[in-house]
T-cell receptor, first 110, second 113 residues
Framework: QKEVEQDPGPLSVPEGAIVSLNCTYS??????FMWYRQYSRKGPELLMY????GNKEDGRFTAQVDKSSKYISLFIRDSQPSDSATYLC??????????FGAGTTVTVRA | DGGITQSPKYLFRKEGQNVTLSCEQN?????MYWYRQDPGQGLRLIYY???????QKGDIAEGYSVSREKKESFPLTVTSAQKNPTAFYLC????????????FGDGTRLSIL
């Protein structure tokens, strides 16, 4: 079993829709949770970073963590064509080594 | 601008050849990492280094080697022992002693001729 499982997608949504991305993890030692966005032929860029259960908002992006269920989500409101990318969830424990999901490719249609 | 620079952007390897991928950062980060990304598999850790002149194997180190002679540089050599080297290679760095996350370069795509 992989340490982090991510809904594989791909997802295709119309502009303005809400995008919902999900991951589950197996190791209860994971304390920190990240979402990265990766455009084609580019490196991942950090979108959201949290270490507690609950919601964290940043503009149109909301990261949600439920440690009791070992479930993490990313919501994108009012999606734009520029949000079309691959989204990677990542977790880590205190050893600073990251475990990544396989990524979900999102296409926002104009 | 501060950041992580990977070069070259594209690299081709002949059978039996070793190739070296460059990673340089000017963020004054202590720790540096190399990942391999294959389609549909996410990122897998090859090697990491938390301090100059020290590095540890990640999950898929076989067929790869690294050095860390300078804080800002962490080159990765893909040796001929790596039988399936075609992939997208990503370098990352972070500041140790903090909870700051890793930041990534823009990658090198390695292909076999």
């Amino acid at each position: 079993q992989k340490e982090v499982e991510q809904d594989p997608g791909p997802l295709s949504v119309p502009e303005g829709a809400i995008v919902s991305l999900n991951c589950t993890y197996s190791n209860s030692a994971f304390q920190y949770f990240m979402w990265y966005r990766q455009y084609s032929r580019k490196g991942p860029e950090l979108l959201m970073y949290t270490y507690s259960s609950g919601n964290k908002e940043d503009g149109r992006f909301t990261a949600q963590v439920d440690k009791s269920s070992k479930y993490i989500s990313l919501f994108i409101r009012d999606s734009q064509p520029s949000d079309s990318a691959t989204y990677l969830c990542a977790t880590r424990s205190n050893d600073y080594k990251l475990s990544f999901g396989a990524g979900t490719t999102v296409t926002v249609r104009a | 601008d501060g950041g992580i620079t990977q070069s070259p952007k594209y690299l081709f390897r002949k059978e039996g050849q070793n190739v070296t991928l460059s990673c340089e950062q000017n963020l004054n980060h202590d720790a540096m990492y190399w990942y391999r990304q294959d389609p549909g598999q996410g990122l897998r850790l090859i090697y990491y280094s938390q301090i100059v002149n020290d590095f540890q194997k990640g999950d898929i180190a076989e067929g790869y080697s690294v050095s860390r002679e300078k804080k800002e540089s962490f080159p990765l050599t893909v040796t001929s022992a790596q039988k399936n080297p075609t992939a997208f290679y990503l370098c990352a760095s972070r500041m140790t002693g903090t909870n700051q996350p890793q930041h990534f370069g823009d990658g090198t795509r390695l292909s076999i001729l």
